[in-house]
């Protein structure tokens, strides 16, 4: 196959794990050369948490937000690495929220999850800022909070590298992917009171047996989402959802996460989903699950993070380094119990190698 002398992906077409934690960060002003050290070092953070654990199959895959892009990396940009556009329907919202840096980290232990979230957000402190953290379980035989299997027309094999992985269509990039996420909260008391079978033309699959209907309702969520390209070949996604929620607050949710080797097939869907289609005016799933957040990544191939281009010559007006120590540090630094100055990430050191160390 071509693509397997050309950049080593990284861990975008991993099978389902029973654990995620979704990350997605904000660069600080003056952060982006720790943000871009610590993805060089990303591959080694894995090998120490993970290393250990080999039935744990950890792994994590870093994108990038096109805000952040130009501060982290000189030379070209991905062809189509472009702001999460928000989508209005005349129903639905699917709103556009920041994110410069998401870590998509899967295991089938949550403590190998955690830990390597938490190395990751210990190196970037000072650096960026956590603005969405969700943590993911698998939820019994792979189904999500209302209650279907979620995943079963995912592509594999070779189909999958071939709808996640960018190609010669962008040289420079190829081995990458983009990455569209969004947090879905569901309205369980509204969606008890279908039937099963008014569930299953929800969906468009049976909910015990997950079998495809015949028949499908047009706006059931199945239908809505088989998109075909010009030339009529269905196009794919490869999707990596995962259930999360809170009991206590009655949050049940669904972070929808997916690949693609075009963000344009993933926007497709979306749009049919939020402003209809010819036959259907939005997709019923959303009359029960409401979006709250979406940002749009590229996902770099593995060799380009651990071997990036220069950092960028200039650092944009609003990447200027802050004042050293601002009145937040300090209190910071007051609160710091083993009395070291707990402003490390302000400072990176540049002449660190790629190595991995304890912090
Ligand atoms: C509320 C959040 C969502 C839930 C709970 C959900 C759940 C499901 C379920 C249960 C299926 C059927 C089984 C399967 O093939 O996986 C499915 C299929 C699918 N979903 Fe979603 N999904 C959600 C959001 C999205 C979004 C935002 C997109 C695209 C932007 C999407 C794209 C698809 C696609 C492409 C299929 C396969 C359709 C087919 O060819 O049969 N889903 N989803």
Redesign the pocket.
């Known amino acids: 196959m071509a693509q397997s002398q050309g950049p080593e992906p990284q861990a975008v077409l991993g099978l389902p794990t029973r654990a995620a934690v979704f990350l997605v960060l904000a660069v600080e002003p003056g952060g982006h050369p720790a943000v871009r050290e610590l993805l060089t070092e990303l591959d080694g953070l894995v090998r120490s948490v993970g290393f250990r654990h080999p039935d744990g199959r950890l792994s994590c895959v870093a994108g990038i937000g096109s805000a952040a892009w130009d501060g982290l990396y000189g030379g070209p940009r991905p062809a189509e690495l472009h702001p999460f556009a928000e989508l209005r329907g005349p129903r639905h919202l699917a709103p556009a929220t920041p994110g410069d840096v998401i870590l998509h980290i899967r295991a089938e232990r949550m403590d190998l999850c955690f830990e390597l979230a938490t190395l990751c957000t210990r190196r970037l402190a000072g650096s960026a800022r956590v603005v969405d953290e969700t943590h993911g379980f698998t939820y019994f035989d792979q189904r999500?909070l209302?209650g279907?299997?979620?995943?079963?027309?995912?592509p594999g094999g070779r189909r999958a590298a071939l709808a996640a992985h960018v190609g010669a269509e962008d040289g420079p990039f190829s081995g990458g992917s983009y990455l569209i996420v969004?947090k879905?909260l569901h309205d369980l008391g509204s969606w008890d009171t279908l039937n099963t079978e008014q569930q299953e033309r929800v969906?468009g699959?049976t909910k015990l047996s997950d079998v495809?209907l015949g028949e499908q309702a047009a706006d059931s969520?199945?239908a809505v989402?088989?998109v075909q390209g010009a030339d009529g070949e269905e196009q794919q996604?490869l999707?990596a959802?995962m259930p999360f929620g809170t009991v206590g607050r009655g949050e049940y949710g669904?972070y929808?996460a997916?690949y693609c080797r075009t963000p344009a097939v993933?926007e497709e869907?979306?749009r049919r989903?939020f402003l209809g289609t010819p036959e259907a005016a939005h997709d019923r799933?959303l009359d029960f699950?409401t979006a709250v957040t979406g940002s749009l990544f590229f996902v770099p191939s593995a060799d380009f993070l651990a071997d990036p281009p220069p950092a960028p010559e200039t650092p944009a007006p609003e990447q200027r380094p802050r004042p050293t120590v601002t009145p937040a540090d300090v209190a910071r630094v007051h609160r710091t119990a083993n009395g070291s100055l707990g402003i490390g990430g302000l400072k990176p050191d540049h002449h660190r190698p790629a190595r991995v160390r304890a912090t």
């Open positions: 999500d209302l279907f299997v979620d995943g079963t027309e995912n969004q879905y969906i699959r495809e969520h199945v989402n088989q996604i999707r959802n669904t929808f997916g993933t869907m979306l989903m799933i699950s």
